[in-house]
Nanobody, 124 residues
Framework: QVQLVESGGGLVQAGGSLRLSCAAS????????MGWFRQAPGKEREFVAA????????YYADSVKGRFTISRDNAKNTVYLQMNNLKPEDTANYYC?????????????????WGQGTQVTVPS
């Protein structure tokens, strides 16, 4: 069992930056692929970024590539999402997720555990 708690969301002006954190419980954190997803009001939850258990592989949605960076610190049981050059269309609730195994990086059905989310708002 893995419990995930996100933090770091908030309101930021367009062009600004935020860093989200996701703290995980459990001694097996380092064996999980970790991902970030987001969901805007009235829209489906969509994939943002993912990182392999070792941190050696990362994958991004086209909409955030070059602006967002996912990283992890297995010693701290924490995964991060650095978000730069934020845009109004990035406004959403951001969720951290953990997967024991992945078939497709962005397939949310592969993810076994989810956090409660943290809100990011970028006014237009």
């Amino acid at each position: 069992q893995v419990q995930l708690v996100e933090s770091g969301g908030g309101l930021v002006q367009a062009g600004g930056s935020l860093r989200l954190s996701c703290a995980a419980s459990g001694r097996t954190f380092s064996s999980y692929t970790m991902g970030w997803f987001r969901q805007a009001p009235g829209k489906e939850r969509e994939f943002v970024a993912a990182i392999s258990w070792s941190g050696g592989y990362t994958y991004y949605a086209d909409s955030v590539k070059g602006r967002f960076t996912i990283s992890r610190d297995n010693a701290k049981n924490t995964v991060y999402l650095q978000m730069n050059n934020l845009k109004p269309e990035d406004t959403a609730n951001y969720y951290c997720a953990a997967a024991k195994s992945i078939t497709v990086w962005g397939n949310r059905r592969d993810y076994d555990y989810w956090g409660q989310g943290t809100q990011v708002t970028v006014p237009s």
